[in-house]
């Protein structure tokens, strides 16, 4: 559980550095799909449009993790930042099951 008491760097380092790590991971995973693979369901518009704000998410991550370790943890995200993100993401992995579900039925 986490300490209430923690000073706030603390708390900044325990819980926002995790989750840029996982947006960096997660994001970099959908950067690999999107540019190895051809998507049919996308079109070739959608999918270039899907790696593009992915690309622009990314960026924005590491530079808010830059931020974060430059200011020794005195830089949070706003929630307003932050939600875009999860929705690509949620976006990333619908796209990532559907192409899965796709190539499974294909085999079949």
């Not at 690509?88 to 579900?101: A, G, H, K, T």
Request: contains cysteine; charged residues 30%.
């Amino acid at each position: 559980m986490l300490n209430p008491n923690l000073p706030e760097p603390d708390l900044l380092k325990t819980l926002l550095e995790p989750l840029l790590d996982d947006f960096v991971y997660w994001f970099d995973r959908s950067r690999v799909l999107l540019e190895t693979e051809e998507i049919a369901f996308l079109g070739t518009e959608g999918q270039a449009d899907l790696l593009g704000r992915v690309m622009q998410a990314l960026s924005e991550v590491k530079t808010a993790k830059t931020l974060l370790k430059l200011t020794n943890n005195q830089v949070g995200v706003e929630m307003d930042v932050l939600m875009p993100w999860h929705k690509l993401l949620n976006e990333c992995w619908q796209v990532s099951m559907r192409n899965r579900i796709d190539k499974s039925q294909k085999r079949e």
